[in-house]
């Protein structure tokens, strides 16, 4: 459906997107998680040919997207992080407007209209301003009118970010109702429980792709045990394993600490005559499942020593 090949963007000396090739299948949802910086945004400008890069190539359905342009936009749909709605017209004016943009006819904006009111809930605001919208019912508006041309392929760059969750939850829901429709999705997110609902994700670091496939097996792919560990001074721990070339990927949840280790029974007799030296008393140690997050964060943290 698409591919992506040695495709490399530079601004100045920095270098956003580092030679970065894969593929992405119909129907799927395909998610690109990283930090700010990470490249995830000049990714999806190129990939919605808004930008265009030094080197590579993009396809979608075997067309080169720089070479027919215009035919791809056809079947494509953008939605920035910020999207461009007029404040000042009604949601359905705004998702009319769109229409004709797109040289969508009139008969076809009123029916997919009311499609679109129907499972964005946005249907009892027609009428109201987007300027007096909510964070979560804005985002709604920008993703209707982004479908109103009925795409193939919808790129969004971190769509939910500063939504509220009750928001973020529905604004996912949308996202499902459209894949039983045949759509492929794009999404970068820096929400790591997000990255879990998407079919396959990429983890995006200084313009690379250091894993991607299915949430599953990436957590599978970094074949060490995971822990939870509660001290006595959980700050003071955290500083202490981070010089230990072992326990470089910490998170600290509240004053929990949640990090990978070779072996839980090594790191049983470890870690406390480690912290005991410095008069820490652990109170806990037990094995956990790690999440994506936690995933992440090692393998960050493991890329960056090698470096």
Known sequence: MIEVREL???????????????????????GIVGPDGAGKSTLLRMMSTILQPDRGSISMQ?????????????????????????????????????????GVSRTEIGQRMEKLFAFSQLGPFRDRLAG?????????LGLACSLIHSPDVILLDEPTNGVDPVSRREFWKILYDLLGDGVTIVVSTA???????????????????????KPGE????????????????????EMLLRRDEEYKG????????????????????????????????????????????????DIVSRDAASL
């Open 62 to 102: 075997g067309r080169d997207i720089f070479r027919d342009t215009y035919g791809i936009k056809e079947n494509l749909a953008y939605m920035p992080q910020r999207f461009g709605l007029y404040e000042d017209l009604s949601v359905e004016e705004n998702m009319q407007f769109f229409g004709k943009l797109f």
């Open 250 to 297: 910490i998170i600290m949840t509240g004053s929990t600490l949640r990090l990978f280790v070779d072996s839980v029974s090594r790191c049983k007799k470890r870690i406390p005559a480690l912290l005991k030296r410095e008069g820490i008393r652990v109170l806990e140690i037990r094995e956990k499942l790690p999440t994506l997050e936690d995933c992440f964060v």
């Open 191 to 213: 929400y790591l429980d997000e990255a879990e609902r998407c079919n396959r994700v990429a983890l995006m670091f200084e313009g690379r792709f250091i894993i991607s496939g």
């Open 132 to 140: 007096n919208l909510s964070g979560g019912m804005k985002q709604k």
């Open 218 to 237: 990436i957590k599978k792919s970094v074949g060490r045990d995971f822990v939870e560990l509660k001290t006595s001074n959980p700050r003071h721990t």
């Open 8 to 30: 490399t963007k530079s601004f100045g000396s920095l270098k956003a997107v580092d030679s970065l090739s894969f593929d992405i299948q119909r129907g799927e949802i395909f």
